[in-house]
């Protein structure tokens, strides 16, 4: 199973909700990434976990908060979002330095 | 620190017409090089990599690109294009000595299939 899957693929959600998104991956990769992406714009990377511990927070408003409850698992919870936080959010697993398997995505609109 | 360069934002090109999407890094020391694609509303995929020893690497689709040392290029080619390969091409580099394999990003370029 060479798969990255992400929910949901798409979430519309008001400035005062909470949601989660979630991505899993059955590679036994050791690092895990979430990435935002602007139209037309290269992924920018927002979290970096290595074996379920957060190695890299690119200074990230804390209205994101990342988890990782497990090797298989990541989660972006969401609170109190801007309509500029409107994006296609993008899960990443890794083993080494060689390759990045990517989700699909979930594409957020804020209102 | 690393940069990546694509310095075209758009190749518009005719189908079946050869291609040619250029890539520049900063930095020849200890890097692996990639080519991503991105096809409208989908993720990114892993179109080919240069890890070690032949610098010119082939994807199943047709794509090849080269690494060029000297020049610092990783220039993605291919010879004749069909319109399925509309889509925005991510040049990206990564320092093989860094331990959270991060991925350094060009900043695309829209390969347009005119037919």
């Known amino acids: 199973d060479t798969e990255v899957t992400q929910t949901p693929k798409h979430l519309v959600m008001g400035m005062t909700n909470k949601k989660s998104l979630k991505c899993e991956q059955h590679m036994g990769h050791r690092a895990m990434y979430w990435y935002k992406q602007k139209a037309k714009k290269p992924p920018e990377l927002m979290f970096v976990?290595?074996?379920?511990?957060?190695?890299i927070n690119e200074s990230v408003p804390s209205r994101f908060s990342p988890e990782c409850p497990n090797s298989s698992l990541l989660n972006l919870h969401l609170h109190a979002l801007q309509p500029e936080d409107s994006a296609l959010y993008l899960c990443?697993?890794?083993?080494?330095?060689?390759?990045?398997?990517f989700g699909p995505g979930t594409r957020l609109t804020v209102t | 620190a690393q940069s990546v360069t694509q310095l075209d934002s758009q190749v518009p090109v005719f189908e079946e017409a050869p291609v040619e999407l250029r890539c520049n890094y900063s930095s020849s020391v200890s890097v692996y090089l990639f080519w991503y694609v991105q096809y409208p509303n989908q993720g990114l995929q892993l179109l080919l990599k240069?890890?070690?020893?032949s610098t010119l690497v082939e994807s199943i689709n047709g794509f090849e690109a080269e690494f060029n040392k000297s020049q610092t290029s990783f220039h993605l080619r291919k010879p004749s294009v069909h319109i399925s390969d509309t889509a925005e091409y991510f040049c990206?580099?990564?320092?093989?000595?860094?331990?959270?394999?991060?991925?350094?990003w060009g900043a695309g370029t829209k390969l347009i299939i005119k037919p």
């Open positions: 976990y290595s074996y379920e511990k957060l190695s």
């Open positions: 990206a580099v990564s320092d093989r000595m860094d331990s959270n394999y991060q991925l350094i």
């Open positions: 990443a697993s890794s083993q080494e330095s060689t390759k990045q398997y």
């Open positions: 240069y890890l070690s020893g």
